[in-house]
């Protein structure tokens, strides 16, 4: 038996038209024209019903930052590795503490790259805090880098090494053979291990600016952080903190400042020539 909220559709069999009906209440019912002049009339009077709120909605999300357009292009997104962290305090000489220099000086290049539109500095940490190499290497996978940064501190043997040194992850032979999907992945692996150098170099000419003349070499070396991933990645090593210039240099925070710019500058110099 019917209540009389139950829809029901009414089909005309001569039309062969149909129409929904709740009770009385006319729903829905399917337009049908003369001739076109009243389709056309049909047509305007709709596109001024509603095309104007149609055309808001689109506005609105084709509008950057609402949430619902296409992710905008020529973002570059840097993630930025300060080493050690929470009991592991890295290097530690006199009252320098590598796990803390390495985070301001992370921070300090994260705040100064807000600045800059299309550019987004992301931190595998940015607090004292300890993180497995597994951890910082997932962030790779979550935050889909376009390249990493590992910042460290270096110290030597005894008190005259002095300077900055950048290495890159090393080379390797092409794996197995005629597996076409392992082909490609060492295509693009190899691809990153040069752009790995590209961005070795961008980060000795930064460091050469507040540090000059004291570059010790761009190196190929094997690195747990930076191995088997397919972004440029290099890890620096600032200075060290067992040398007595060097340490009272990067303790001081216009040296800091100085590196976070120099080295935001020549990432963004490594990007634009890399479009
Ligand atoms: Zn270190």
């Known amino acids: 038996m019917r209540g009389f909220c ?57 509008t950057p930052g609402s949430g619902f357009g296409a992710p905008r292009q020529n973002t570059f997104v ?34 100064e790259g807000q600045k800059i539109p299309d550019f987004n500095v992301q931190l595998t940490r940015s ?40 290495y890159f992850p090393g080379f390797r032979q092409v794996a197995g053979g005629g597996d076409s999907p392992a082909i490609l992945n060492d295509m693009a692996r190899n691809k990153a ?13 930064g460091l050469e600016t507040v540090f000059p003349r004291k ?15 397919n972004i440029p990645g290099v890890v620096v090593e600032i200075g060290f903190a067992t040398h007595p210039d060097d340490r009272k240099m990067m303790t001081e925070q216009e040296t800091q400042k100085a590196l976070a710019q120099a080295l935001l500058k020549e990432v963004q110099d490594y990007f634009r020539k890399a479009q």
């Open 78 to 111: 840097v993630l930025l590795d300060p080493a050690h962290g929470g009991e592991d305090s890295g290097v530690v000489s006199d009252k320098l503490r590598e796990k803390d220099l390495t985070l301001n000086i992370a921070l300090l290049l994260r705040q």
């Open 6 to 62: 139950d829809p029901e559709w009414k089909t005309d069999l001569l039309s062969r038209r149909f129409k929904l009906t709740v009770g009385n209440r006319l729903l829905y019912e399917p337009q049908a024209f003369n001739d076109g002049k009243e389709a056309m009339a049909f047509m305007n009077g709709w596109i001024l019903k509603y095309g104007i709120f149609t055309l808001s909605v689109l506005l609105f999300c084709m």
């Open 193 to 205: 291990l040069n752009n790995s150098v590209r961005l070795g170099q961008r980060m000795q000419a």
């Open 215 to 229: 570059g010790r070499g761009l190196r190929e070396a094997p690195s747990p952080l930076l191995e088997g991933l």
């Open 127 to 166: 607090a004292d805090r300890s993180m497995s190499i597994a951890e910082r290497r997932a962030m790779v996978g979550t935050v889909k880098p376009d390249c990493l940064v590992s910042l460290h501190i270096n110290a030597g043997f005894g008190k005259k090494a002095t300077g900055y040194e950048v």
